[in-house]
């Protein structure tokens, strides 16, 4: 593999990770290419540390290569680099070597940790880290994004919002009680303030939105009113799940609040997620009942 890297300041970094291999640094093409003997000795990886040259694809820095150009960012050949040097046939030393952190035990209190603990909610779900992860819904901040009463009623009648995934929350005939005591908890503790904004009052606005949801091909993968595609979430009663401010900045963000969603990053600019988030929650199938 060939990676080309040009910034001072990320040479010097590979240089240290570099330091415990060994490596043969010649000049070919006018860049400064080190031969890492991998863990077979006929397997090599060609890092390619440049400096002042526009030479950027495999075929022009080495030997003529079937290595496709990924248009990498440096930072991403810096990350990918010392990942490649993390195969090796041993163990590395233990001085290479980190662990990430664990997260301490989550042990809730009160009438909520209780029934926390009798459903065994992070048998499924985590929050604050310490859990499971068989739910791909952590808690975390799931009274930002839900409303109060979505969340009530569906603590007590569980239904999948994706019309091609099967609902895997168990029924657990919760009473009201019960269903409210978590709902109260999950709506007033498991916030995230920035996300707790009111969407500001836009003439026309809902209507922008819902030309945008056409003009982006929203519904080839989600379906509104019984039309659209069974990838995504039904959004007929966005209105009465979703809070404004977390669509908002799911709209802009989605990776950043869901790793390795389909939902498409399309660089949405404030007023075009606010427009389109006022079309949503404009959405309710209550609306539409009898």
Known sequence: MVVAVRDPELQARLAAVLAPYRAEITGESGATVLHVLDRRPSARLLIVVESGSDRSAPDQLVQPSRMPTFNFTEEDVAAITVALLSIRARDLPASRVTSERQPEPYRPQGPFGALVQRYRCISCHQIHGWGSTLSTVPLDHIGSQLRHD??????????????????????????????????????????????EQPLPAEVDGALRGQQLYERLGCRGCHIVGGQGGYVGPDLSDSGRRLKPGWVVAWLQKPEQHKRGTLQPDYGLKPEEARALTGYLMSLSTAQRRP
């Not at 969340?151 to 995934?165: D, G, H, I, M, T």
């Not at 657990?172 to 503790?189: G, H, I, P, Q, R």
Request: charged fraction near 15%; proline fraction near 4%.
């Open 150 to 195: 979505y969340l009530q009623s569906y603590l007590q009648n569980p239904s999948a919002v994706r019309v091609s995934v099967e609902e895997r929350m168990p029924h657990f005939n919760m009473t009201d009680t019960e269903a409210t005591t978590l709902a109260n908890y999950l709506s007033t503790v498991f916030v995230d303030d920035a996300l």
